[in-house]
């Protein structure tokens, strides 16, 4: 267990764009402690995708220590960073992101071809995470064949097949019916309060933030407390 | 699943472009593959010709006639074993595009000339035996579906009028680059008998003399004392062995030959151009899955091997469709570029095949460079960025 999961010191982000710097995050310290389901909220162009992506270890801070499970991201080169990610992070897409030409199972799979598990432990731990998304009945279907609420909630099997050490989400829901998001939104909650998963999910939903325990905004590249 | 199932789900999921693409590499490798027949049917000819057996033929041209008479002049030059001739028949079947190889030659001495024709003693016999008769390689026999026994009938080109000939005996040949398997023969004689009726100017003339020399005589001494024999006569000669006068053939067609060397060179680079093509525009569409994967955790080297295993897969795909449609190709090559009459029998060795799928090994290997690179350099952010 590492805790707090994650800390930023002195995190800030800048764009040079057509010569001129856009500040994107500025001089950003917070930690989240392990077992926390974290929303953070913010306007569109706001630099939550950026934020996450830093904790991501897909991207990198322009200064600033960026240290999640216990590994300082900033020093990793990009091939050690990767590995990295393998271990530790399940990430979440906005577009779910699954490969057409694979099923949902093989989807899920995918992550589990970096490790050493055995060709009928993978299967296993398929099989494990599709039900508990509830689509234990869908493990042959293509994405095309699923509907949208389907297609996220093979991506978050996805994100916890190899049980990272936490689970990242950009918009998992900004796509969603109500209906679908719940469902997600519920799932969530029950990996976090059961299986004590660390989430940080950004959203702009307020129904979907209410959701977390902790929410935090993020506005002109300063993280605030909510009131 | 492992990693090989994304290469081929990847590589099948565009039917049409898959369809394209591999066509296209299969017609590269038809053509490669039909310029490296043309080519081993010129070399092999030198390589597997006999030694000791020296080819007389008219100084100024292998078209003009030798006076048969020089047949006697010749058995009496020191070191000259026997001496065997022949000349182009001609003979076409029924119809004038079906045509195939035909020589009349002299039935006395053509086994001993030829030892690489491999037939019974009975036909052997039979052949020698029957004036009317003659003797067919098995690729023809399967062709026209003749059997030993069978009378056919022959349009005479070279030799004019119909010729009823019986089949003798069908035979295989063990070195078919030199005595081809798709050719008939038949006695020089009764062709020539037929002739002095119709064409006595051109009767008692052959198209060339064979003559082995004797055991441990020196081939080119031999050919020196014939071609001084008839030095000043009205038809000089000129004698090579067997393989110099295949080499000089192809010394003689040389520029042409590297003609073709340059040609499949470049066709090769229109099969890799074809692949990088193919292969950019799939990686393009899917720039997101493949930083999706990166995201995962995959390195670049899994990156490499998906388009790497892409590109080697289409390559071979293309290159076994081009493989199995070389092999009828190649049999209406040889039709159409028949020789007076003379089909060459295009074999396709394991060499050749060796050749073109190596060739595709290699496009493959090249073809992939360009996107793997692309592939690597692309950060996983402006990956997931990209649109579609
Ligand atoms: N690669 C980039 N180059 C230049 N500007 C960028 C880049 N990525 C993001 N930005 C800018 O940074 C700001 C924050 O982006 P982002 O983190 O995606 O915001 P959010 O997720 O809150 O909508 C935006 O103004 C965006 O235009
Ligand atoms: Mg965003």
């Known amino acids: 267990m590492y805790d707090p999961v994650v800390t930023l010191q002195r995190i800030s982000k800048v764009y040079f764009r057509a010569g001129t710097e856009v500040s994107v995050l500025r001089d950003l310290s917070f930690s989240i402690p392990a077992g926390t389901f974290l929303a953070i909220m913010g306007p569109s162009g706001s630099g939550k995708s950026t934020l996450l992506n830093l904790m991501a270890g897909i991207d990198r801070p322009t200064s600033g220590v960026v240290v999640v499970a216990g590994t300082r991201l900033h020093e990793l080169s990009e091939g050690d960073m990767a590995r990295w990610r393998a271990r530790h992070i399940g990430y979440v897409f906005q577009s779910y992101n699954l490969i057409p030409v694979l099923t949902a199972a093989e989807n899920v799979e995918l992550p589990l071809l970096l490790t050493h598990l055995s060709r009928s432990e993978r299967t296993d731990h398929v099989k494990t995470a599709l039900r508990l998304v509830g689509l234990g ?91 | 699943m492992t990693l090989g199932r994304l290469i081929f789900r990847n590589t099948v999921r565009r039917p049409v472009r898959l369809l394209l693409t591999i066509g296209g590499l299969a017609m590269v490798v038809l053509a490669f593959g039909l310029i490296r027949l043309t080519l081993d049917q010129w070399q092999a000819g030198s390589r597997a010709a006999l030694k000791n057996r020296l080819i007389t033929v008219h100084a100024m041209s292998d078209e003009l006639r030798l006076p048969l008479a020089y047949k006697d002049q010749l058995a009496v030059i020191p070191g000259v074993r026997t001496v065997h001739f022949g000349s182009v028949f001609g003979g076409v079947y029924q119809d004038p595009k079906q045509s195939f190889g035909s020589f009349a030659e002299q039935a006395a001495t053509f086994f001993e000339t030829y030892p690489e024709v491999v037939l019974s003693d009975a036909e052997r016999l039979a052949f020698q035996q029957d004036r009317r008769g003659c003797i067919i390689g098995h690729r023809l026999a399967a062709r026209f579906g003749w059997k030993v026994g069978e009378a056919i009938t022959l349009k005479g080109t070279v030799y004019p009028g119909d010729w009823e000939l019986v089949v003798r005996g069908i035979f295989r040949s063990t070195s078919p680059n030199v005595m081809g398997e798709g050719e008939l023969y038949l006695h020089w004689a009764y062709a ?54 295949f080499a000089g053939w192809v010394a003689r067609s040389g520029a042409l030959l590297r003609g073709l060397e340059w040609m499949s060179g470049i066709i090769n680079g229109i099969a890799l151009l074809v692949l990088v093509n193919a292969l950019a525009m799939a990686v393009r569409e899917r720039t997101r899955e493949y930083a999706v994967i990166k995201t995962l955790g995959f390195q670049p080297r899994h990156l490499v091997s998906l388009v790497l295993g892409e590109s080697l897969l289409l390559a071979l795909l293309g290159g076994g469709l081009g493989l199995v449609l070389l092999f009828p190709a190649a049999q209406l090559y040889a039709v159409m570029t028949q020789d007076r009459g003379y089909v060459s029998s295009y074999l396709i060795t394991a060499e050749t095949i060796g050749a073109c799928l190596s060739v595709m090994l290699l496009v493959g290997l090249l073809a992939a460079v360009w996107p793997a690179i692309r592939l690597i350099r692309m950060t996983t952010l402006e990956g997931l960025r990209h649109a579609g």
């Open chain 1, 137 to 227: 009945d869908r493990m042959d279907h293509y994405p095309r064949q699923l509907s949208g609420g389907q297609e996220q909630r093979v991506g978050l099997a996805r994100a916890i097949v190899s049980d990272p050490t936490m689970i990242l989400a950009d918009e998992p829901t900004g796509n969603l019916d109500r209906e679908s998001a719940e469902d997600i939104l519920t799932l969530f909650g029950r990996l976090n309060r059961e299986l004590g998963k660390t989430i940080v999910m950004v959203t702009h939903d307020p129904r979907a933030a209410e959701r977390a325990q902790l929410i935090r905004h993020l506005e002109k590249g300063v993280l605030e407390t909510p009131p």
């Open chain 2, 192 to 245: 020539n008998e037929r002739l002095k009726t119709t064409e006595p100017d051109r009767a008692d003339q052959v198209g060339w003399f064979v003559v082995r020399a004797a055991d441990g005589i020196n081939g080119q001494t031999v050919a020196e004392a014939i071609d001084a024999s008839f030095a000043n006569s009205s038809a000089e000669t000129r004698t090579e062995s067997e393989q110099a006068y």
